[in-house]
């Protein structure tokens, strides 16, 4: 009896995302009907995250796949469905070019016959067809998620974590983006320092020098350290106040650039913000203020009066240098004027500043003086301060209880609290707001980093350094204060 030589069968399995549990159902169904027709399987191919739509070239299986049925080396080839094969006609020409008859789980196609190339075409059509209404669909969902103030998936802001589905169903709410903790409190601490003066520069190697990284990726597996570029994108980003950017009509165009967006482009979002809106309106306004002096981190300053104080001679900003042998310095810029060294200096003017800010009146320092009710405002603080100081005096005699004087105590501070707000000056609140009123003021500012340090300088005072003179020293105190004019502003 003569023997009869099986079928040589191949089995091809794509799928557009990276996941291998797609295509290993695939093989099981194909190679189960392969069984069932008493075919004999002598190859797989498998192209894992690879588009329908795209062209499958060299290095891919489907390129192997057309040389070897080309080549003869099978005779039927098994797909799960025609879809997995491709769905642009132009693949199809490929495979009845090549003269493969073609098996499929669900039906068979027979794409070496004039009959079977004409299903294939309609069913490709129409897999098409079908892909692009769901696609259309998803778009559509997506632009109604969005005016509801719900974030489609992708990549995630720093500072939160995606909820899946899964979660958000179990807890019965849409909220997709969670707040995630220390990485929440590094966006909060950019922000502060940010609007405090501190550069961007000197911001990123304060979080890398605490170890901080951004979330981890395939590049950065432990995540990368921060730099200036980063932090701009986070300052710009209206995801942190709790706001959503909605696309205008047509789409992004050339894709989503965060210096764009406005406050009226954004819907509020669904997730608890990480700061406030007036915050990131803020640090915006900053970022694109055209006189805010940024060096991109790459050279940033060492000493503290570098740049910001001035020649009392020529009033250019005076340089930090080596001076001589090596020991830290400033001088005038045309080098005609001065040379002083610096550990004196910075020594004196830190000690100006301390006592300022130590003062009972020091905050008077927040105060907008360019408003024209300036004294009529400090006129109402002290009133509505005197008051609060009578509520003290009579809870301390018993005129008035306890509750009474909280509820009056409560009052008189919002007044307060609205006075100053009245007549403070917003850059200088965001530098100065939480040192001023300290109980050591020496402690908390020995504390602050050189750039906080340098930011307040800069918004308080004007250094001016003359100079000494002939044969003259300034190292003492008494001389530094001789020589060095300290001009509030």
Request: glycine share 10%; with cysteine; charged share 30%.
């Given at each position: ?19 291998p ?21 002598v ?18 299986a ?27 006609l ?21 794409l ?28 559509f ?53 940010f ?54 009509e ?11 967006i ?7 979002g ?8 007036e ?16 060096n991109g ?37 045309s ?96 530098v ?5 009123g ?26 001016v ?25």
């Amino acid at each position: 009896m003569a023997s009869t030589t099986p079928t040589r069968a191949a089995i091809y399995a794509r799928q557009s995302i990276a996941e291998p549990e797609g295509i290993r159902r695939q093989v099981e169904a194909c190679t189960a009907l392969a069984s069932a027709r008493g075919y004999e399987v002598v190859a797989t191919y498998e192209d894992n995250n690879v588009s329908g739509y795209k062209s499958r070239g060299a290095g891919t299986a489907f390129d192997r796949m057309l040389s070897d049925a080309r080549a003869g080396r099978f005779d039927v080839l098994i797909v799960r469905k025609l879809d997995r094969l491709g769905r642009s006609l132009s693949t199809i020409e490929s495979l009845t070019t090549a003269k493969v008859a073609t098996v499929t789980t669900d039906g068979e196609v027979d794409l070496a016959s004039p009959a079977g190339r004409l299903i294939a075409n309609v069913l490709t059509a129409v897999a098409r067809n079908e892909s692009e209404v769901k696609a259309e669909r998803r778009v559509f969902a997506n632009a109604s998620r969005r005016t509801d103030g719900v974030p489609t998936s992708g990549r995630v802001p720093f500072g939160y974590r995606w909820v899946t589905a899964k979660e958000r169903a179990e807890r019965g709410t849409t909220q997709a983006y969670e707040v995630d903790g220390d990485r929440a409190q590094d966006v909060r601490d950019i922000f502060e320092a940010f609007l405090a003066g501190v550069p961007l520069g000197g911001i990123a190697r304060e979080l890398n020098d605490r170890g901080r990284r951004t979330v981890p990726s395939k590049s950065h597996p432990e995540g990368a350290p921060f730099r200036a570029v980063t932090l701009r994108r986070i300052l710009l980003s209206p995801y942190y106040a709790g706001l959503l950017p909605v696309p205008p009509e047509g789409g992004w165009g050339e894709g989503y650039n965060v210096e764009s967006i406005t406050r009226e482009s954004c819907v509020p979002g669904d997730w608890e913000p990480i700061v406030g809106e007036e915050t990131w309106l803020a640090a915006k306004e900053r970022l694109g203020h055209p006189g805010r002096r940024t060096n991109g981190g790459r050279t940033a300053r060492k000493w503290l009066l570098s740049g910001l104080a001035v020649c009392g001679t020529c009033f250019e900003p005076v340089r930090a240098g080596g001076g001589e042998a090596g020991i830290h310095s400033y001088r005038c810029r045309s080098m005609a004027h001065f040379m002083r060294r610096g550990v004196p200096l910075d020594r004196y003017v830190e000690s100006v500043i301390v006592e300022r800010l130590s003062r009972p009146d020091a905050a008077d320092l927040l105060l907008d003086e360019e408003r024209p009710d300036a004294d009529e405002l400090r006129s109402e603080r002290l009133a509505v301060q005197a008051r609060l100081d009578n509520v003290v005096s009579l809870v301390e005699d018993g005129t008035l209880t306890a509750e009474s004087a909280r509820t009056a105590i409560r009052r008189l501070r919002e007044e307060l609290g609205g006075i100053d707000a009245r007549m403070t000056e917003a850059g200088r609140v965001d530098v100065l707001g939480d040192i001023v009123g300290q109980a050591d003021i020496s402690a908390v500012w020995a504390s602050l980093p050189l750039d906080r340090k340098r930011a307040v300088l800069d918004v308080v005072m004007t250094v001016v350094v003359h100079t000494v003179g002939q044969g003259g020293r300034s190292q003492s105190m008494e001389r530094m204060a001789a020589t060095t004019e300290i001009r509030w502003k």
